[in-house]
C-alpha cells in the first residue's frame, strides 16, 4: 500500500515540527561570534568571581565545555594531585561551544590576569550545528583572542577528544584535521591526543569513557593527565 498524498503531508508536516521543536531546544549559533551561553549565568560569576579572588596567582587555566569542567568531578582527584598544586583554574562550562567561550572571553573573565598556559579544548558540542570548517574557524578565532588579552600566555590547544560513534568521530576527525595547523610553537602548541582515547575511527576505549562515550571516567582523566603532563609542565615553567 502506498502512502495517500494527506498521509504525505501529515507525515511530511510532523517531520516539519520535530525539526522546528528539535532546533529550537539546540538554538545553534555561528561558531565564531560571541554568544552567550543562557542557563550559564551562575557558572560564568562564579568564573567571574574566581578571576578576581585570584588574579595573578593564576598560573594555569584550563578552558572548554563539559569535558574541561569534569575535572572539577570525575577528574577531581587527579587534578588535586597535579595541577591544584600549581594553582591551575578550572574554567569549563558544561554545553559550550565556541561562540559561548567567545562570549565569555569578552565578558571578563580573563581580565587583568596573565597566566602562563591556557589549555584550551572545545568545538565537540558545535558538531550537532556547524560544519568542521566552521567550527575551526570558531577555534581559530578564539586563539586570537586569548592571544590580544593574554598575550604572555602560552596556549596548549588540543585535539578534540574522539567519541564514539563513526558520524561523530568522523566530525571530530574533521576539526582536528584543520586545527593541528594552528600552532606555531612560540605561543600557541598542539597536541593530539586521539590514539591514547581510541582503538580505531569512532572505536574508544571504553574504560576512559561512561556510556555517552563523550564524557570521561577517573581513568579518562588519569589518561588525559598522561599524555598531556610532560608539555603541560614544560610550558608552566619555561
Ligand atoms: C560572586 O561574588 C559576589 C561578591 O562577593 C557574591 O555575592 C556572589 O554570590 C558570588 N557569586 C557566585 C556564583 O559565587
Ligand atoms: C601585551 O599587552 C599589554 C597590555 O595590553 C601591552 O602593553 C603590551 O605591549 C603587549 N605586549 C606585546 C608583546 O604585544
Known amino acids: 500500500m502506498y502512502p495517500t498524498t494527506e498521509n504525505r503531508m501529515f507525515i511530511l508536516a510532523i517531520n516539519i515540527i520535530i525539526i522546528i521543536v528539535a532546533a529550537d531546544v ?24 574566581q578571576t578576581h579572588e585570584y588574579g595573578p596567582k593564576i598560573r594555569a587555566i584550563f578552558l572548554g565545555d563539559s569535558i574541561t569542567e569534569g575535572w572539577l568531578y570525575n577528574g577531581h582527584k587527579v587534578w588535586e594531585q597535579f595541577y591544584k ?24 573573565e580573563f581580565d587583568n590576569i596573565q597566566p602562563s598556559v591556557i589549555v584550551l579544548m ?5 558538531i550537532h550545528c556547524n560544519t568542521a570548517t566552521d567550527i575551526a574557524k570558531g577555534i581559530k578565532v578564539i586563539l586570537n583572542e586569548l592571544q590580544t588579552k593574554m598575550n604572555r600566555s602560552k596556549i596548549l590547544l588540543l585535539s578534540v577528544f574522539p567519541r564514539g ?3 561523530m568521530d568522523k566530525n571530530v576527525a574533521a576539526i582536528n584535521r584543520i586545527i593541528q595547523n594552528y600552532h606555531d610553537n612560540s605561543h600557541v602548541f598542539y597536541l593530539d591526543v586521539t590514539n591514547s582515547f581510541e582503538h580505531s575511527r569512532g572505536k574508544v576505549v571504553d574504560e576512559l569513557y561512561i556510556e555517552d562515550h563523550l564524557h570521561l571516567t577517573e581513568k579518562g582523566y588519569e589518561m ?5 603532563e610532560n608539555e603541560f609542565f614544560q610550558l608552566l615553567n619555561q
Not at 572545545?122 to 558545535?126: C, F, P, S, V
Request: charged letters at 25%.
Open 224 to 228: 588525559w593527565n598522561k599524555v598531556m
Open 26 to 49: 539546540v538554538q545553534c549559533g555561528i561558531p565564531w561570534k560571541a554568544e552567550k551561553h543562557k542557563g550559564t549565568e551562575k557558572k560564568h560569576e562564579r568564573l567571574l568571581n
Open 122 to 126: 572545545i568545538g565537540t558540542n558545535n
Open 85 to 108: 598544586t600549581c594553582n591551575a583554574f578550572n574554567y569549563g562550562i558544561g554545553g559550550d561551544r565556541t561562540e559561548h567561550v567567545l562570549w565569555r572571553i569578552e565578558n571578563g
Open 165 to 167: 560513534g563513526d558520524i
